[in-house]
């Protein structure tokens, strides 16, 4: 914890009505890793430990729950849960969501390959006549999205996509690129499997609080004790666990601003 904390941060706090500051939050996510996962029964991730220690700074109380990727936004816009961890903002959201101002991270996302079955893609229009294989609710870039020249093949979970590649089922599958270096090793893949130069998106991660009573001052709390955390050591000793010195590959962007989770 540390030992002092801003003037905006003690006005921020003193905003917060009692029931925000009293009752428990009920927030929602899919697996998502390296950025919030389950393993053993236990909730993992950057993201997860990022959020649980603003969280605890702000002496609030979490119950985190999984859930698929369309349910999670289904149940914050029916306000049966108060936010859901790692999306990206869109005014369509809005109407039911409330962002604080300052992100968790910011993701990539790439194609990823066989490495027996190489393709060269070097814009979104070399995907014609392939399966590219994707996640339900995940809206990657308005071209991808909206393109007829080549086929989408939803998956149940992104380590199943990237079992059906493998499998030679699908041409190529789509996802983060920390997140799919993430899966490759934990399902043996890194020597089948590759990722691409081609970035289709580049955009940061928050979380979303449902528009309730008392949210506005907690969406402010958040985000400046999040911007505080950041400047701590604990911070970057988070950040150093989930780095991947392997990350690093040359990006050819497809300049899109619309990349949605």
């Not at 907690?218 to 950040?239: D, G, H, N, S, V």
Request: charged letters at 25%.
């Amino acid at each position: 914890m540390p030992k002092f904390i801003t003037l905006l941060g003690i006005l921020l706090l003193a905003s917060l009505s009692p029931l925000a500051q009293a009752e428990r939050l009920r927030i929602v996510s899919d697996d998502w890793a390296p950025y919030i996962y389950q393993e053993d029964g236990q909730a993992k991730g950057l993201h997860f430990e990022v959020a649980s220690e603003v969280f605890k700074r702000l002496n609030i109380d979490v119950d985190w729950v999984f859930m698929p990727w369309k349910r999670c936004l289904a149940m914050v816009e029916e306000g049966q849960v108060d936010g859901i961890l790692g999306l990206f903002r869109r005014p369509a959201r809005e109407a039911f969501i409330l962002y604080p101002d300052e992100p968790l991270s910011q993701v990539r996302f790439v194609l990823f390959q066989a490495r027996a079955r190489p393709h060269q893609v070097n814009t979104l229009q070399d995907l014609e006549g392939l399966t590219v294989g994707t996640s339900p609710g995940y809206n990657y870039s308005p071209e991808f999205n909206t393109a007829s020249y080549f086929r989408r093949e939803p998956g149940p979970t992104h380590a199943a996509n990237l079992g059906k590649l493998a499998l030679g089922r699908v041409d190529l599958v789509v996802t983060d690129l920390q997140a799919g270096r993430y899966l490759l090793r934990r399902l043996n893949l890194e020597q089948q499997i590759e990722p691409l130069p081609l970035v289709i998106g580049n955009e940061p991660q928050y979380l979303g609080l449902a528009r309730k009573q008392g949210r506005e001052g907690l969406a402010q709390a958040f985000a400046e004790t999040l911007r505080q955390f950041k400047r701590e050591p604990a911070y970057a000793a988070i950040m150093a666990r989930y780095a991947e010195s392997n990350l690093a590959i040359p990006d050819t962007v497809e300049q899109h601003d619309d990349s949605t989770r």
